[in-house]
């Protein structure tokens, strides 16, 4: 029977996405519960200040992170389905064709919600083992907070997860096998299109029209190369802000988690951009198309979104610490002037540059592997 | 001229021997088919002769330059400059139209005259059409257009009417034929369909990895002459 137990780990993707929004999570949520009954107890103004000023961060950021971490899990889940089943196709159409109904086949894929346990497992374990630092430093200043186990938080940040994540796997993949048998089996006809060729379109190259094809056909990747160049922009301009208002421990944190999340998000969109382009690359290098050539045709159309995800991801973070600062923490003391730092914008785009360009390189490797043999031998 | 000496090609660290010591000789604007029965080497032959593979020993020389020797870099030149492919499943890229496929090969020498090739294989009115909305014998046209697009001196066709009924098929070895004979580059054809050996100049037989036979058509028939 399709999907299988190895499938789970397929989606690492989404196992490190699902990690980083419940390891944020978890320490900020069970911070936020110990501390609350704290402003009870506090009498000096300037303390309840800090204390209400740390209970909306760590609400804030468990929201804010944490909803829009598992939202781009859930996308992830989707796409890695949506890519198994353009995969696994003529499978599928031949379960289909015996006689296994769509909702048989689907509640196999409930199996996917194994990978979202694992991440909020380990996401959670994490979270709870950096608690003590978290607590000494988010507590500098106010009195000792005893850290607690909530049964609660495990339910809402594995349990619960978990079950919403294999319930829509199910529901997704139920609607996407709805295609006859014989579609699956011999491939959906492509959507006939009655527009005229423009007169720029005839004289565009092949390079260029293949670029702008492969673009408009993976349109959710462009979505992904964004992501991933707004997380390194963001967590790693923020990273370095929060060295100096906040500690070193959330500086190390953001730093990390940025890095992850960029580093998985482009790595999944390539890597699926160019399995999903191999066996046009085969022909293209059987004809005679250089490596490079291939490499651009396939992935110079992500560029203007990695610049993209780069330009919205400083504003971001630029935005959302001048909120922290100017509205959450205003009523606090001591807290440090912020502004848009020039050098470490700058820093931050030059290590970009050198991090998507051997990102590139590397998949250039990788396109010089594909052989037209390897693909013939797969027909 | 393409002479071929010795040609050795293994995989499987040498377990599997797949072509022992061929050599052979073909003319420029020469009609070649290989046959022979499915695992007989031909078709390694055609990857090894055009450039998609290595052999392990022996030597490829065309027109002077031996192939054996290039790097990948080399070989992807070579390719470009000389080299045209005609697959049994066609390999187009399913996702642009008649146009931009054919141009695939054009771009590769430059050549803005693709239009006409397009013409020649019967394909003006579907030019805007996507791949998935032609039939087979369509796609191959598509196929050929792309090959001829680039002006190769070496055509390699691999089984080109293996995916088509007879009908379609005899219309296409019509098409390529008359192209090869009209532009007067060399073809080299591998089929297991002996029939197709009637339209050919000469004629190379494989068996377990080895030339068993080779001779010369002295009067060569047209795709509507010969058997199915």
């Keep these: 029977m399709i999907v299988g137990i190895k499938d789970v780990f397929k989606l690492v993707g989404v196992i490190i996405v699902v990690f980083c929004a419940i390891f944020v999570c978890t320490f900020f949520l069970n911070f936020y519960i110990d501390a609350k009954s704290l402003e009870?107890?506090?009498?000096?103004?300037?303390?309840?200040?800090?204390?209400?000023?740390?209970?909306?961060?760590?609400?804030?950021?468990?929201?804010?992170?944490?909803?829009?971490?598992?939202?781009?899990?859930?996308?992830?889940?989707?796409?890695?389905?949506?890519?198994?089943?353009?995969?696994?196709?003529?499978?599928?159409?031949?379960?289909?064709?015996?006689?296994?109904?769509?909702?048989?086949?689907?509640?196999?894929?409930?199996?996917?919600?194994?990978?979202?346990?694992?991440?909020?497992?380990?996401?959670?374990?994490?979270?709870?083992?950096?608690?003590?630092?978290?607590?000494?430093?988010?507590?500098?200043?106010l009195p000792e907070i005893t850290i607690g186990f909530h049964p609660s938080v495990l339910v809402l940040f594995v349990i619960l997860p978990t079950l919403i994540f294999s319930a829509f796997a199910c529901v997704y993949a139920f609607f996407a096998l709805r295609s006859p048998a014989n579609e699956l089996l011999r491939g959906k006809p492509e959507k006939l299109s009655k527009k005229p060729l423009k007169v720029s379109e005839k004289e565009r190259g092949f390079l260029k029209e293949m670029c702008i094809k492969t673009l408009s056909s993976k349109k959710s990747l462009a979505f992904f190369v964004a992501f991933a160049c707004f997380c390194f922009a963001a967590m790693i301009q923020m990273a370095v802000s929060m060295y100096k208002l906040s500690t070193k421990t959330m500086g190390i944190i953001i730093f990390a988690i940025g890095a992850v999340l960029a580093v998985t998000s482009i790595l999944m969109a390539i890597t699926s951009l160019v399995n999903g382009n191999s066996k046009n690359i085969a022909i293209m290098k059987a004809y005679g198309y250089s490596t490079k050539e291939c490499a651009l045709a396939v992935l110079r159309g992500y560029h203007f979104f990695a610049l993209l995800g780069f330009a919205v991801g400083t504003v971001y973070q630029y935005v959302l610490l001048s909120v922290m600062i100017n509205i959450v923490f205003k009523d606090v003391g001591a807290v440090p002037e912020y502004s848009f730092n020039v050098s470490v914008f700058f820093i931050t785009l030059a290590v970009f540059i050198v991090f998507y360009e051997a990102v590139m390189l590397l998949y250039s490797f990788r396109i010089n592997k594909i052989s037209l043999k390897q693909v013939m031998e797969e027909n | 001229m393409i002479c071929v000496k010795d040609l050795v090609k293994t995989y499987k660290g040498g377990a599997v021997k797949v072509l022992k010591g061929i050599s052979l000789d073909i003319c420029d604007g020469e009609f070649v088919v290989i046959t022979g029965a499915s695992g007989s080497g031909k078709s390694t032959l055609m990857n090894v002769l055009s450039g998609l593979e290595k052999p392990d020993s022996g030597s490829i020389v065309y027109d002077g330059d031996n192939i054996s020797e290039m790097n990948e870099q080399q070989l992807t030149v070579f390719r470009r400059k000389k080299v045209g492919f005609i697959f049994q499943h066609y390999y187009l890229l399913s996702n642009l139209n008649v146009i931009q496929n054919v141009k695939m090969g054009a771009d590769l020498t430059g050549n803005k005259d693709y239009n006409e090739i397009i013409e020649k294989v019967g394909l003006t009115a579907k030019c805007k059409n996507r791949i998935s909305e032609l039939s087979g014998g369509e796609q191959q046209r598509v196929s050929i257009a792309r090959a001829l697009a680039k002006k190769p001196n070496y055509l390699f066709l691999d089984e080109p009417t293996g995916a088509l009924d007879e009908s379609t098929g005899r219309n296409v070895l019509d098409y390529i034929v008359r192209l090869q004979r009209e532009n007067g580059f060399t073809m080299i054809l591998v089929t297991h369909n002996l029939n197709i050996a009637e339209m050919a100049d000469t004629v190379i037989k494989m068996n377990s990895g080895e030339i068993c036979v080779r001779y010369k058509n002295t009067t060569k028939k047209s795709a509507y002459e010969i058997g199915w």
């Design chain 1, 40 to 141: 009870l107890v506090l009498n000096d103004e300037e303390l309840l200040a800090l204390h209400r000023a740390q209970m909306a961060t760590a609400k804030f950021t468990c929201a804010i992170s944490g909803g829009v971490l598992m939202l781009i899990a859930l996308v992830m889940l989707v796409f890695y389905i949506k890519l198994y089943i353009d995969s696994h196709a003529k499978q599928l159409g031949i379960l289909k064709a015996m006689g296994y109904t769509e909702r048989e086949i689907a509640l196999r894929f409930s199996v996917f919600g194994i990978s979202v346990f694992f991440g909020c497992a380990a996401g959670f374990g994490c979270g709870f083992a950096i608690m003590p630092l978290i607590y000494s430093q988010m507590s500098n200043g």
